[in-house]
């Protein structure tokens, strides 16, 4: 079924992104292969990576390709890394990579090897693969990828449950992350299993619920898509409508010289995800970080942070690393200005 409907996605995703750039004047991003939309743009991190057994390129060091990981109806390919001596009833953090990247890319690129060594948790990459978006992107516009045990979600749940029943993890210190379309990802996971996840981290995303075509994507992504912050909340509660306990603090990460994904898709995210957690809109606090980098906080009747935004002034399409300080390698899509790995870790209570 993946197969078949991955066919259709495909034409459909390429015709639509040909509709994009012929009518709304897209230009093809900076540094991508020809043919690739802005929308769309090029991700790829200059880290070194050995090539797998089957070919695939998508091996790091210590990130191990996991097979046999559940029924994985969203025909992705699961990999994991796990510090050496890591004790039972650990936490567990998923790193989504942006469109055209891939799970050792992000991996090593956003320093994630590091952190886990430090932190002492598992990291689990999911990959998406070519046969099912033409350009390596999350499907995070498709209901049928994104609704609670549906496609690429379910199996991205899936490798949640590999990862507890293997290691011994903690199954309530569970965290998910991502870049872009892994952002948007990230939301979705959110939303749709707001009883697996602790916390999440949107990074250049998008709120949940957005889109859901390919053209709506486009749209959301830029100029994006303005709502009440309790018609963003709606489509949150809409998607697990049975939940009724706590649910995952987020922060929200973009650069303000985002052209890729605009930067009120931030705004935008902060509007639902406050609603959803109980605060208002208006910082409770704020405080100017390294790099440009402005931390506002908002905090619940219970006076907790439940939401923290972080914008990094000028910054492009991308996840912010700090190469110098141990944190990523510099390149295309990993920028040089404070380490975002660092301060989610430490948001997460997990040593950053």
């Not at 969203?74 to 790193?95: D, H, I, N």
């Not at 899936?158 to 290691?167: E, G, H, P």
């Not at 110098?324 to 200005?337: I, M, R």
């Amino acid at each position: 079924m993946k197969a078949l409907r991955s066919k259709a996605a495909l034409l459909l995703t390429a015709t639509a992104a040909l509709t994009a750039l012929a009518t709304a004047g897209l230009s093809t991003a900076a540094g991508s292969p020809a043919g690739t939309p802005a929308g769309y743009a090029y991700e790829h991190t200059s880290a070194q990576r050995t090539v797998d057994a089957d070919g695939s390129g998508a091996r790091a060091a210590g990130l191990e390709k996991v097979d046999d990981f559940g029924s994985n109806p969203g025909a992705l390919s699961m990999y994991r890394y796990a510090p050496e001596g890591l004790p039972a009833k650990s936490p567990v953090v998923l790193v989504l990579h942006g469109c055209t990247q891939d799970a050792a890319g992000y991996f090593e690129g956003a320093g994630w090897q590091a952190a886990a060594d430090d932190g002492k948790f598992a990291v689990v990459a999911p990959q998406q693969e070519q046969a099912n978006n033409i350009n390596k992107c999350f499907n995070w516009f498709q209901p049928s990828d994104t609704d609670r045990d549906k496609g690429e979600a379910q199996s991205i749940k899936q490798m949640v449950d590999k990862t507890v029943s293997d290691l011994g993890a903690d199954p309530s210190r569970v965290f998910i992350t991502g870049l872009s379309a892994g952002g948007a990802m990230t939301a979705s996971m959110l939303a749709a299993y707001p009883d697996v996840f602790q916390g999440g981290a949107i990074v250049a995303g998008l709120p949940y619920g957005c889109a859901d075509s390919t053209a709506g994507a486009f749209t959301c992504m830029n100029p994006g898509v303005s709502k009440s912050a309790a018609e963003w909340g709606d489509l949150v509660r809409a998607a697990d409508p049975d939940h009724s306990g706590a649910r995952p603090k987020v922060s929200v990460w973009h650069g303000t010289g985002d052209t890729t994904v605009a930067p009120m898709n931030a705004e935008e995210s902060v509007k639902q995800w406050t609603d959803v957690l109980g605060a208002d809109q208006e910082a409770d606090a704020t405080e100017e970080l390294e790099g440009g980098t402005t931390r506002s906080d908002y905090t619940d009747e219970g006076g907790d942070v439940v939401v923290r935004s972080y914008l990094v002034d000028g910054m492009p399409h991308g996840t912010p690393v700090k190469p110098d300080e141990g944190c990523g390698t510099a390149g295309q899509y990993f920028l040089d200005t404070i380490c975002s790995t660092s301060h989610i870790t430490g948001d997460w209570g997990l040593g950053g």
